[in-house]
């Protein structure tokens, strides 16, 4: 499925002076089918199998039980205890986020090696052999296979979240940055939304169909590796990192539609001047004082994100929807509103993004958390004595999941490839993937107990959570929107308490402390 390269030239735009890196309303390129179409299969690809692979094990849950009772049997003679089946359900479920750890560990050395399109197309490896093992367990008689899938395919995802950002930041022009990476969040909610409509029991939610939800997954990544294939690499990693300016040129051309990328090109150019290009050690990023608030925002962020409790809102659905009188055959679709809200949010975000800017988003959707799960709070401890209160709490619930979309979802994975220059970004995603994942496993072990402990009072934390994040991010964070990746960091110089000078139209800044593996 090849993608001509005269495609990608329909779009040029003429009055694009060459040298003009402010680009005004009047002299932005169109939106070219190259970008769109990295945009969409690279997502495709990534974003929406972390969705699916999310949502997906609710539907087969009771039927894979069921296989792993039978299989005990047959090897042992004895039905396996609810204990141990229970245990190896969680982690059949849980083991997803340990691979996501390693996979944001290992992402800095490929997109290093392979470069950020490259480490993409090798990423569909694991898409692949994850779907094939969790595809044929039940066939092979062995549960083992499907936590090994799972354990996989979590390692896809913990490189596709860091890698394909960290690509659609690098190829997009500035002017459409956040709604081109912004792909990445829609692309999450379509896969959260497929899954729950792939595991009804009309599709293939039943006992002889559930190993075909996990066979699913090598669709999307052989949609990619069809696209991806033909699609440039990122400029910026070519030029400043393999010194590829012929490429780098092609590269920006196929992308931006036009001929004149001498501005771009000097632009990158600048920039490389003011850095070390070597891969940053981690400890080295930690200790550099030209990106230390960058670094803490990144890390506060992700937290708060992970921390911010919409796990919570999918356990008390079902409950809230029960105690409303509604049939259990009736919540599975009900509850597939949440996916829709997600999907829908999203794309909002998307046509906003460049419009309202990242901050505002971020800071308004934490606190339209804050004050929804303040207002569930009270409406939960009186659900019992007004017949139409659980109404009201799911769309309270509707309404949570809203804000989480339209302003955490996509603008979270934005600021890491946004907030740090080239030879960063790779340190900074290992950092921010490491934080994401490693909160994801602490929420999934810690929320039960917390649950217990607390009961529908346990969204008291998420508010405190979420306050703090809005606050921090409200004095902390600088917008970034149409700004050079050297301009948001001249944002954090005095922050950083560092020096900085104008040269050739860019800010460059001089630092002392870097540190190279």
Known sequence: MSMPENNCHKDEHKDQEAGNTKEGPGKQQHITVCLVSAAFFGAFGSSFLFGYNVSVVNAPALFVKNFINK???????????????????????????????LGAIVVKFLVKALGRRGTLLVNNCFSLVAAVLQASGERAHSFEMLIIGRFIIGINTGISLSALPMYLGEISPRHIRGSITQFNAILINLGVLTGQIMGLPEVLGQESRWNFLFAFIVLPALLQLSVLSFLPESPRYLLMEKKDKAGAEKAFRRFLGKEDVTSELAEVHAESQAQNLQIISVLGLLRNRAVRWQIITVIVTMACF???????????????LTDAGITESLVTYITLSI????????????????RVGRRPLLVVGFSGL???????????NIQDTVSWMPYVSFACILTAIAFFCLGLAGTTF?????????????????IGGSVFWLCNFTVGLVFPFIQEALQTYVFLVFVVVCST???????????TKNKTFVDISQSFAKRNKISNIRSENVQVYFFQETQTV
């Open 71 to 101: 299989t005990w049997i047959e090897r042992y003679g004895t039905p396996v205890g609810t204990e141990t089946v229970t245990l190896l359900w969680a982690i059949n479920v849980s083991i997803m986020a340990i691979g996501g750890l």
């Open 306 to 320: 992970q921390l911010s409790g919409v796990n919570a809102l999918f356990c008390y659905t079902n409950v809230i």
């Open 339 to 354: 996916g829709g809200i997600g999907v829908i949010s999203t794309v909002i975000t998307g046509l906003l993004i460049e």
């Open 370 to 380: 804050a004050v929804c799960y303040s207002l569930l709070t009270v409406f939960l």
């Open 414 to 430: 934005i600021l890491t490839s946004e907030l740090f220059e080239q030879s960063y970004r790779p340190t900074a995603f290992l």
């Open 469 to 479: 994040g809005a606050v921090y991010l409200f004095i902390v964070l600088p917008e």
